[in-house]
Structure formats: structure tokens, C-alpha cells
């Protein structure tokens, strides 16, 4: 098992399009979880799931935002009508279930809004 | 909700010497799990080292010890003798039973040689 894949690592876009992250988790690992990051910060929970059902969503998080786990592995991000603001990393990790489970982290996808 | 904080944004320390990270937190919850994980600069987060609130013994890793105490909702990480390749971020978090993790700001620690 090579860890946690995300692509793309680099993304621009223009004001107002569309982008989709995907993620691809340890095999075995049925939570999943989305954070954005911005620079000097620490990782800002955006949503998570277990196996294909979405737990939990952060408040902060825009109806823009959509995320998607169709077969309980993958997972896509999508953000729509992206804004300057949105510019961060995006970062991806999965874990077991149990709470002491470590999460580990993908490499992050960064996000520049032109 | 949780909240984690980390009072120093920025730490230096000598090669070779021992470095002490703080972290806080506040939780009303009894039983969590507390973590240490390193950002190196471009490079993924890694976990350093963990702790269960239930387990009184302080978690050892190597060169990476803790002191957590409970009743005053501290987590502090101990760096002993300070490698260059210890230079990243390190990110207190804290994960409550089946719920997300609640990262803190960071502490950039720089090791001067």
C-alpha cells in the first residue's frame, strides 16, 4: 500500500469555475476525511465519512462545497463557482474506525483561485 | 466544542538540545485521544506521537515524550535531542470518541546547527 493519493497536487482555476479533487485513501481504512489548510494554520475540518455515508459536515462549510464517497472508497471534493477565498490546501486523510486510530495524511491538493 | 491551542507560534532550539512544545485544550468529554503530528515544510503531516486521556503514563516515542495532564487540559511534547530533520510544524489535535479531530494552530519549530 502506497498511503493516501490525491490529485491533482496543483490546481488553478479561474474566479467562478468549478474544480474536483479526488482522494484515495488506504485500502483497508473506512473513514475518510476532507480538511482545507491555509498557510501557517492548522488543518480545518471540512467533512468526513465512514464507508460510503457522509458523517458529518462542517458548519463553515459553503453549500458550494460537495463531497462524495459513491462506493466507499475514492472520494471527490467539489467546490462550485470557486471564489479567491477558497484558495488553500486540501488535504485528504483516512483512518480505521476506532478513536485512538491514527489519520493518515495525502500529500494535499493546493488550490489557487485566480 | 473542542478547541486546541497552541500558545507559541514560533520555536527555536540548538541541534542536539531538548525543545518543549506546548498544547492546551478544552473538552467536557472524559475519554479523547490526544496527538502530536509534524509538517515538514512540502511535505505530508506525519503523527510524532499519541495518548489516551484514560492511560495515566505519559506516551514515549523515541526521542518524543509528553506530559499530558488531565485536570489542567495540557499536552506538552518533548523533544529530546534536537535533529535538523526535526525542523516542520507540529500540529496538536485532539479526537474525542467517534468524532473528528480539532487540530490547533501550529508551532513552526526551527534547529539551529
Known amino acids: 500500500d502506497t498511503g493516501v493519493s490525491q490529485d491533482p497536487r496543483h490546481k488553478i482555476t479561474k474566479r467562478g469555475q468549478n474544480v474536483t479533487f479526488r482522494c484515495d485513501p488506504i485500502s483497508e481504512h473506512n473513514r475518510l476525511y476532507w480538511y482545507r489548510q491555509t498557510l501557517g494554520q492548522g488543518p480545518e475540518f471540512l467533512t468526513y465519512f465512514q464507508n460510503e455515508a457522509q458523517l458529518e459536515k462542517s458548519r463553515l462549510l459553503s453549500d458550494r462545497f460537495s463531497a462524495e464517497r459513491p462506493k466507499g472508497s475514492f472520494s471527490t471534493l467539489e467546490i462550485q463557482r470557486t471564489e479567491q477565498g477558497d484558495s488553500a490546501m486540501y488535504l485528504c486523510?483516512?483512518?480505521?474506525?476506532?478513536?485512538?486510530?491514527?489519520?493518515?495524511f495525502g500529500p494535499g491538493t493546493r488550490l489557487t483561485v485566480l | 466544542a473542542q478547541t486546541v491551542t497552541q500558545s507559541q507560534p514560533e520555536m527555536s532550539v540548538q541541534e542536539a538540545e531538548t525543545v518543549t512544545l506546548s498544547c492546551t485544550y478544552d473538552t467536557s468529554e472524559s475519554d479523547y485521544y490526544l496527538f502530536w503530528y509534524k509538517q515538514p515544510p512540502s511535505r505530508q503531516m506525519i503523527l510524532v506521537i499519541r495518548?489516551?486521556?484514560?492511560?495515566?503514563q505519559n506516551a514515549t516515542e523515541n526521542r518524543f515524550s509528553v506530559n499530558f495532564q488531565k485536570a489542567a487540559k495540557s499536552f506538552s511534547l518533548k523533544i529530546s535531542d534536537s535533529q535538523l530533520g526535526d525542523a516542520a510544524m507540529y500540529f496538536c489535535?485532539?479526537?474525542?470518541?467517534?468524532?473528528?479531530?480539532?487540530f490547533g494552530p501550529g508551532t513552526r519549530l526551527s534547529v539551529l546547527p
Open positions: 489535535a485532539y479526537r474525542g470518541y467517534g468524532q473528528n479531530f480539532v
Open positions: 495518548q489516551e486521556a484514560y492511560k495515566q
Open positions: 486523510a483516512s483512518s480505521l474506525t476506532s478513536g485512538g486510530n491514527e489519520q493518515f
